[in-house]
């Protein structure tokens, strides 16, 4: 039997689907998305980088959040049947998470940790949102992946 059996991709892939999800339950509640709650923007379910939120947004009931949390993971676990495929897609995606911002300025990964590590209020985190002003927006909604 080999290691690159069909069961065996099956198998690897429905754990790096069940790390994914629990890695997206982890994101949904973490300081980085409290502290962007805080003024008006959420992580995008798909890309994992900031959105604004409409204020019929910001009313959504918690059944409602559930159930679309529910709906897009059930949406992904068919693609643990691919096997294999599913395994490279994961760790591709995965190391273009992790390089495409690797020359991000000092000042936008200092703004990153601090949404992700410090409890700050609405005056803070605009301010240290707005200290970076001079960086293009694209490498600061860019890179918040776990």
Known sequence: MS???YENGLALAFMLWLASTVTAV???NSRLERNLNKIGQRLSWFALVPKSMDAEEMQHSMFRKI???LFIVAIALPFVLLSWLYVVLFIGSFIYRRTKDAGAPQAVRDFR???RNVDMSFDEVVWV???AGEIPASFIDEG???
């Open 3 to 5: 290691f690159f059996s």
């Open 26 to 28: 982890v994101l949904i």
């Open 67 to 69: 159930f679309k949390f």
């Open 113 to 115: 940790w601090k949404l």
């Open 129 to 131: 949102k707005n200290s």
């Open 144 to 146: 918040f992946a776990l």
